[in-house]
């Protein structure tokens, strides 16, 4: 089990994990009132150990499982329910979940009574390895995701692996782009990967590697907790072209997209002599061991369209987290006509 200290501005989070986390530290909170936030999949799976863990007397909130409840209508009724339930304001709501539930979940730990405990138990691979810890939450709203949240950091993160084991392949597919994305972004991660390259869904490497991947976000939301100076933002990396693809095409994982879109960007990095020699061809590869062909898409000039409205651009030009070395990314700017014709270029194929 290894421990991280988060010291945020706003509130300090202790993350911990490894196998038995779960075990160990998630029954302290039934000392006092706390209120389970989960989702129909993961209730069906894991109510006796809730029960085991907590009493069969909880209060507790199933979602539908899946982003179509990530709104406000469901934030309200967690809400309501919380209040129904007599909570007070030094309850702790649990977050017992993927990232749909940590981001709804969190976003009525803060609303309620102006904001009361959050624990993060993240139970799906991209939530233990990005979602659950930097407290980000929030909720969609008129197709547009996220577009109401705020920064809420929990106050104990529990990520145990146990819950990988019945997570479906896509699923563990999904979180690996996230890691692939940290390798780009952390040397020592990097190395890890490209030496377990076909060994990446194995549970015990996952356990070691989610350690390093929590870490880095760690360290770099200690440094830019609000997103404002810039290290933040390079958490995005393939972000921009993959939330594109998502938001037109839409029919794989986010992790899915982050990959793919990492694929592209890394071309782009490439092509303007941004990111050479055999790390590039090396982070290549590695992507492709996670997604072993990268589809072709008739339509960029459609979907790059989406990448406009990307919040990390501040003018008319196309903002991308490019990889450059080791270790190493930089931001880069492009019009639109410009970053259209190198995804065209890049097309799919190569
Ligand atoms: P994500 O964590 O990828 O952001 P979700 O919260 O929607 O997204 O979780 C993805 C899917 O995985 C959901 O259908 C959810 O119910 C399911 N899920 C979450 N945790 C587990 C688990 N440990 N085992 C199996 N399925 C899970
Ligand atoms: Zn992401």
């Given at each position: 089990?290894?421990?991280?200290?988060?010291?945020?501005?706003?509130?300090?989070?202790?993350?911990?994990?490894?196998?038995?986390?779960?075990?160990?530290?998630?029954?302290?909170?039934?000392?006092?009132?706390?209120?389970?936030?989960?989702?129909?999949?993961?209730?069906?799976?894991?109510?006796?150990?809730?029960?085991?863990?907590?009493?069969?007397?909880?209060?507790?909130?199933?979602?539908p499982?899946g982003?179509?409840?990530?709104?406000?209508?469901?934030?309200?009724?967690?809400?309501?329910?919380?209040?129904n339930?007599?909570?007070?304001?030094?309850?702790?709501?649990?977050?017992?979940?993927?990232?749909?539930?940590?981001?709804?979940?969190?976003?009525?730990?803060?609303l309620?009574?102006?904001?009361?405990?959050?624990?993060?138990?993240?139970?799906?691979?991209?939530?233990?390895?990005?979602?659950?810890?930097?407290?980000?939450?929030?909720?969609?709203?008129?197709?547009?995701?996220?577009?109401?949240?705020?920064?809420?950091?929990?106050?104990?993160?529990?990520?145990?692996?146990?819950?990988?084991e019945?997570?479906?392949?896509?699923?563990?597919?999904?979180?690996?782009?996230e890691?692939?994305?940290?390798?780009?972004?952390d040397?020592?991660?990097?190395a890890?990967?490209?030496?377990?390259?076909?060994?990446?869904?194995?549970?015990?490497?996952?356990?070691?590697?989610?350690?390093?991947?929590i870490?880095?976000?760690?360290?770099?939301?200690?440094?830019?907790?609000?997103?404002?100076?810039?290290?933040?933002?390079?958490?995005?990396?393939?972000?921009?072209?993959?939330h594109?693809?998502?938001?037109?095409?839409?029919?794989?994982?986010?992790?899915?997209?982050v990959?793919?879109?990492?694929?592209f960007?890394?071309?782009?990095?490439?092509?303007?002599?941004?990111?050479?020699?055999?790390?590039?061809?090396?982070?290549?590869?590695?992507?492709?061991?996670?997604?072993?062909?990268?589809?072709?898409?008739?339509?960029?000039?459609?979907?790059?369209?989406?990448?406009?409205?990307?919040?990390?651009?501040?003018?008319?030009?196309?903002?991308?987290?490019?990889p450059?070395?080791?270790?190493?990314?930089?931001?880069?700017?492009?019009?639109?006509?410009?970053?259209?014709?190198?995804?065209?270029?890049?097309?799919?194929?190569?």
């Open positions: 089990m290894q421990e991280i200290h988060l010291t945020a501005q706003s509130h300090n989070s202790v993350i911990r994990c490894g196998q038995g986390v779960f075990e160990t530290y998630a029954p302290k909170y039934k000392e006092g009132q706390f209120f389970i936030v989960t989702d129909s999949n993961v209730f069906a799976l894991y109510r006796h150990l809730l029960w085991e863990t907590f009493g069969i007397n909880i209060n507790i909130k199933i979602l499982a982003e179509k409840s990530k709104t406000h209508k469901y934030l309200f009724e967690i809400l309501k329910e919380m209040l339930c007599g909570m007070r304001r030094n309850c702790t709501v649990i977050a017992f979940g993927g990232g749909v539930v940590g981001d709804i979940a969190g976003l009525a730990a803060a309620y009574m102006r904001g009361v405990n959050l624990v993060q138990i993240p139970t799906t691979l991209l939530a233990q390895v990005d979602s659950s810890v930097g407290g980000k939450t929030a909720v969609d709203m008129c197709g547009v995701k996220n577009v109401i949240g705020t920064f809420y950091q929990p106050q104990e993160v529990l990520a145990d692996p146990r819950f990988l019945t997570l479906p392949e896509k699923e563990i597919r999904c979180g690996l782009g890691i692939v994305k940290y390798g780009a972004l040397g020592g991660i990097f890890k990967l490209t030496e377990n390259k076909n060994n990446l869904k194995d549970l015990r490497f996952l356990s070691e590697i989610i350690y390093r991947c870490a880095h976000k760690a360290k770099v939301v200690k440094d830019d907790e609000r997103d404002l100076n810039g290290l933040r933002k390079t958490l995005n990396m393939g972000h921009s072209t993959g594109a693809l998502e938001l037109y095409y839409g029919k794989k994982s986010h992790g899915e997209y990959l793919i879109g990492m694929y960007e890394l071309f782009i990095a490439r092509k303007l002599g941004i990111c050479t020699g055999q790390y590039a061809e090396e982070l290549k590869s590695l992507i492709l061991s996670v997604i072993k062909k990268i589809p072709y898409y008739a339509d960029l000039e459609k979907a790059a369209d989406y990448a406009k409205f990307d919040k990390k651009n501040n003018d008319e030009k196309i903002s991308l987290i490019v450059k070395a080791l270790g190493e990314s930089t931001e880069i700017k492009l019009g639109l006509e410009e970053y259209v014709k190198l995804l065209k270029e890049c097309g799919g194929g190569l």
